[in-house]
């Protein structure tokens, strides 16, 4: 069993910095593929960033820039650091894990609880 816990969530103002953890347990986490995705309230669960095994990375475009997802095999986690925040950037973060890397939610096997993130204007 694969077993995901998401750190760093929190309020911040607009033009503020956040880094967001991911710590894994339970597999191979090197072998994994990592996906941050993010839900806002009355709307759908959305990609923003993923790195594969091979740490290879991918982005939302909109957050191109303003986002980065980065991974330490060492230490089992997946980070997203979030610069320059908006209101919009408003939502809980979940953080997800599959073998390969690909965009789709309902593709992810595994799920973090969610950690929330809110921006204030």
């Known amino acids: 069993q694969v077993q995901l816990v998401e750190s760093g969530g929190g309020l911040v103002q607009a033009g503020d910095s956040l880094r967001l953890s991911c710590a894994a347990s339970g597999h191979t986490f090197s072998s994994y593929a990592m996906g941050w995705f993010r839900q806002a309230p009355g709307k759908e669960r959305e990609f923003v960033a993923g790195v594969s095994w091979g740490f290879g990375t991918v982005y939302e475009d909109s957050l191109k820039g303003r986002f980065t997802i980065s991974r330490d095999n060492a230490k089992n986690t997946v980070y997203l650091q979030m610069s320059s925040l908006k209101p919009e950037d408003t939502a809980v973060y979940y953080c997800?894990?599959?073998?390969?890397?690909?965009?789709?939610?309902?593709?992810?096997?595994?799920w973090g609880q969610g950690t929330q993130v809110t921006v204030s204007s």
């Open positions: 997800a894990a599959r073998p390969t890397l690909v965009v789709t939610s309902t593709e992810y096997d595994y």
